[in-house]
């Protein structure tokens, strides 16, 4: 059965750093998405990608993120410059598009800023 | 402000127990609504879609139900390994985003 994966599974670094979270969607999925999950906290949307570009951001998508598809299977998560209330799960998902709005998501990325 | 409220926060059952977790929304719009399972340290795992209230959906011994006001995940004769957190989320609107609830934790003991 198709899945999204993430890379990598877990992550340590130092504030002010940069880091690059990565997913693979599922291979005929068009759109995109990047939510997150502070410990013991609701899921929150990040941004959504269709067509190569935003479709959608929330308050929390600021200058400090960005994404990216690179290529045809990866799409990215990339924060400049990271601060410790960054800290959290972040979750890649996917969907068909059209009259297919179920989103599938990965296992998750656990970023740690120290 | 669109809300989407579960309840209750955490559910312990004994096995065989059967129960119901609701997810209540005001929101506008409402073009679909979703539940997910989440384990510990993993991501979301999809159940059910909903998209109009009347609409029910079963898997094994899960069966969701959606009225105007919310939606009901109904849990018969649940197992240990039914032991999850349960999120119920909304899509509103043109918004392709999703709107998550806090989730309620299910425990399930033998």
């Known amino acids: 059965e198709p899945e999204v994966t993430q890379t990598p599974s877990h992550q340590v670094t130092q504030m002010g750093q940069e880091v690059i979270l990565r997913c693979v969607p599922i291979?005929?999925?068009?759109?995109f998405y990047w939510y997150r999950q502070i410990l013991g906290q609701k899921v929150e949307f990040l941004v959504s990608?269709?067509?190569?570009?935003?479709?959608?951001k929330s308050e929390i998508f600021d200058d400090q993120f960005s994404v990216e598809r690179p290529d045809g299977s990866n799409f990215t998560l990339k924060i400049r410059s990271t601060k410790l209330e960054d800290s959290a799960m972040y979750f890649c998902?996917?969907?068909?598009?059209?009259?297919?709005?179920?989103?599938?998501f990965g296992p998750g990325t656990r970023l740690l800023v120290l | 402000e669109d809300q989407v409220t579960q309840s209750p926060e955490a559910l312990r059952l004994q096995e065989g127990e059967s129960s119901s977790l609701n997810c209540s929304y005001t929101?506008?719009?409402?073009?679909?609504l979703f539940w997910y399972r989440q384990d510990p340290g993993k991501g979301p795992e999809f159940l059910f879609t909903l998209y109009s209230a009347g609409e029910e959906k079963e898997k094994e011994r899960l069966k969701a139900t959606l009225t105007k006001k919310e939606s009901f995940l109904h849990i018969t004769a649940p197992k240990p390994e039914d032991s999850a957190t349960y999120l119920c989320?909304?899509?509103?609107?043109?918004?392709?985003?999703?709107?998550f609830g806090s989730g309620t934790q299910l425990t399930v003991l033998p």
């Open positions: 990608f269709y067509n190569n570009e935003i479709s959608e």
């Open positions: 291979s005929n999925h068009l759109y």
């Open positions: 989320a909304v899509h509103v609107g043109s918004a392709r985003q999703l709107t």
């Open positions: 929101v506008s719009g409402l073009r679909g």
């Open positions: 998902a996917s969907s068909a598009g059209l009259a297919q709005e179920t989103q599938y």
